[in-house]
């Protein structure tokens, strides 16, 4: 099952309203409510049945008696539960609104598939906060999320009375617990299985994959965080040359995309930890009118931080009409 190849079509619908249907095999693509895209798999009658309801295949009491003779308590079964349930959101089509969920999602998912396979985060330091945060996005509480951390290039679920478990051998038990094999719907259950382990894999466990989305933008590589960090230490007037890019007013929606990835990167990468660094790319723009776009544009964006970060530093720039607020976004379809 290539879960890949599904982010890929949801980020085609993120772009494009009317994207050329694609034959994604097991795990597709069908409209739950109107405008509403959800991943579903087939029941053994041929009926559709959405992936983030997996859990009405049985029934959840008798789920949670199996699940304590092997050690786990209610609440471990109410975190994995839900993780597993919201699996099938992670790769959910609004084409209702775009928002900064979608933004988010795909920026966290970015890290993890890229971090993953490179050693700029040999201690997953980096993939965690990604990890917790797109959990986050999926609506999932914090009591829930923080359970779970990468560990050794695995997903590990802290669980009440056995300590850590690696979250795939978690899935082991929550199928046998099921009996799934046994039950009428076992080809359905194993495909959901095959999704939700598939989903863990391709964000925690290393492959040598070189994961890109196929973007028709020149800056398109620089989505990529290895990529980033490392033009941006070996030459940084390049990156500076990008960043004004961003704010073109002429850009597609694919080159918005783009861009909002590349302010992410630069916001999280760089001046969250270094905000003097904001200075640098001031020098380098030498217009204050542009200048003032451009930081707009990265304030605007919310990520990881905000305009008080700046107002700490003497940037010379009135920031009172910025917009900072959790519902303004920088996003594909209004520029600023």
Same mark, same amino acid.
Request: charged fraction near 25%; proline fraction near 3%.
């Given at each position: 099952?290539?879960?890949?190849?599904?982010?890929?079509?949801?980020?085609?619908?993120?772009?494009?309203?009317?994207?050329?249907?694609?034959?994604?095999?097991?795990?597709?693509?069908?409209?739950?409510?109107?405008?509403?895209?959800?991943?579903?798999?087939?029941?053994?009658?041929?009926? /559709?049945?959405?992936?983030?309801?997996?859990?009405?295949?049985?029934?959840?009491?008798?789920?949670?008696?199996?699940?304590?003779?092997?050690?786990?308590?209610?609440?471990?079964?109410?975190?994995?539960?839900?993780?597993?349930?919201?699996?099938?959101?992670?790769?959910?089509?609004?084409?209702?609104?775009?928002?900064?969920?979608?933004?988010?999602?795909?920026?966290?998912?970015?890290?993890?598939?890229?971090?993953?396979?490179?050693?700029?985060?040999?201690?997953?330091?980096?993939?965690?906060?990604?990890?917790?945060?797109?959990?986050?996005?999926?609506?999932?509480?914090?009591?829930?999320?923080?359970?779970?951390?990468?560990?050794?290039?695995?997903?590990?679920?802290? /669980?009440? +009375?056995?300590?850590?478990?690696?979250?795939?051998?978690?899935?082991?038990?929550?199928?046998?617990?099921?009996?799934?094999?046994?039950?009428?719907?076992?080809?359905?259950? +194993?495909?959901?299985?095959?999704?939700?382990?598939?989903?863990?894999?391709?964000?925690?466990?290393?492959?040598?994959?070189?994961?890109?989305?196929?973007?028709?933008?020149?800056?398109?590589?620089?989505?990529?965080?290895?990529?980033?960090?490392?033009?941006?230490? %070996? =030459?940084?007037?390049?990156?500076?040359?990008?960043?004004?890019?961003?704010?073109?007013?002429?850009?597609? /929606?694919?080159?918005?995309?783009?861009? =909002?990835?590349?302010?992410?990167?630069?916001?999280?990468?760089?001046?969250? +930890?270094?905000?003097?660094?904001?200075?640098?790319? %001031?020098?380098?723009?030498?217009?204050?009118?542009?200048?003032?776009?451009?930081?707009?544009?990265?304030?605007?964006?919310?990520?990881?931080?905000?305009?008080?970060?700046?107002?700490?530093?003497?940037?010379?720039?009135?920031?009172?009409?910025?917009?900072?607020?959790? /519902?303004?976004?920088?996003?594909?379809?209004?520029?600023?």
């Amino acid at each position: 099952m290539d879960i890949f190849k599904l982010f890929s079509y949801k980020l085609e619908n993120l772009l494009n309203i009317r994207p050329c249907p694609k034959e994604l095999g097991a795990v597709f693509y069908q409209e739950d409510e109107p405008s509403l895209l959800s991943v579903a798999a087939r029941k053994h009658n041929g009926s /559709t049945f959405y992936i983030s309801r997996w859990h009405d295949l049985f029934s959840i009491s008798a789920f949670e008696k199996a699940m304590s003779k092997n050690g786990f308590t209610e609440s471990d079964c109410y975190a994995l539960l839900l993780v597993l349930s919201r699996f099938g959101y992670l790769l959910e089509i609004d084409n209702r609104q775009r928002t900064n969920k979608d933004y988010f999602i795909f920026f966290y998912l970015i890290q993890l598939i890229s971090l993953k396979n490179c050693p700029l985060d040999a201690d997953a330091q980096l993939r965690n906060y990604m990890l917790r945060f797109l959990l986050f996005e999926l609506s999932i509480d914090d009591e829930a999320y923080r359970r779970f951390s990468i560990k050794d290039n695995q997903l590990i679920m802290a /669980t009440d +009375s056995l300590g850590p478990i690696a979250f795939l051998d978690v899935i082991d038990f929550v199928y046998k617990a099921i009996k799934f094999d046994s039950r009428k719907e076992h080809e359905l259950l +194993s495909t959901l299985k095959n999704y939700q382990t598939n989903i863990v894999t391709l964000l925690t466990e290393p492959d040598d994959t070189n994961y890109r989305f196929r973007l028709n933008d020149r800056h398109s590589e620089y989505m990529y965080p290895d990529v980033f960090l490392q033009a941006y230490a %070996k =030459n940084k007037r390049q990156i500076f040359h990008i960043l004004i890019d961003t704010i073109n007013p002429l850009q597609s /929606t694919e080159n918005l995309f783009v861009s =909002n990835i590349i302010l992410m990167n630069y916001s999280f990468h760089i001046l969250k +930890s270094k905000p003097r660094e904001i200075l640098k790319l %001031k020098k380098y723009v030498n217009d204050e009118m542009l200048f003032r776009k451009l930081l707009e544009a990265i304030i605007t964006r919310r990520m990881a931080i905000s305009k008080s970060l700046f107002e700490k530093i003497s940037i010379d720039q009135d920031l009172s009409l910025t917009k900072d607020n959790p /519902t303004s976004f920088y996003n594909i379809l209004y520029s600023l």
